[in-house]
Nanobody
Framework: QVQLVESGGGLVQPGGSLRLSCTAS????????IGWFRQAPGKEREVVSK????????YSADSAKGRFTISRDNAKNTVYLQMNSLKPEDTAVYYC??????????????????WGQGTQVAVSS
């Protein structure tokens, strides 16, 4: 069964950090580019950061640059999103998704083949 599972979300104070994990089962994560997305209440889902299959190229949205770092360990079938200096506006459900396509910039979410169920991140004092 093909599955992507996110973990590591939770409640954190402004300025704090979280590390999200995206673990694959039923397929080889190393064959896919992985994107992290988020959806806040009442807003559209947006890309946060993404990484190519080998981990040699990344893209981050302006909102994530300088604060979030995406990385992957293909031997563990896992992609990570290290989030530092978190702000209340980072509050959202965070999703990871897998795509056979790599473009070093924004691309249609329809190009992502597999999606996880999401993990909630809440930033509040």
């Amino acid at each position: 069964q093909v599955q992507l599972v996110e973990s590591g979300g939770g409640l954190v104070q402004p300025g704090g950090s979280l590390r999200l994990s995206c673990t694959a089962s039923g397929f080889t994560l190393g064959d896919y580019a992985i994107g992290w997305f988020r959806q806040a209440p009442g807003k559209e889902r947006e890309v946060v950061s993404k990484i190519n299959s080998r981990g040699t190229s990344t893209y981050s949205a302006d909102s994530a640059k300088g604060r979030f770092t995406i990385s992957r360990d293909n031997a563990k079938n896992t992609v990570y999103l290290q989030m530092n200096s978190l702000k209340p506006e980072d509050t959202a459900v965070y999703y990871c998704a897998a795509s056979n396509v790599w473009i070093g910039g924004p691309m249609s979410q329809r190009l992502y083949k597999y999606w996880g169920q999401g993990t909630q991140v809440a930033v509040s004092s």
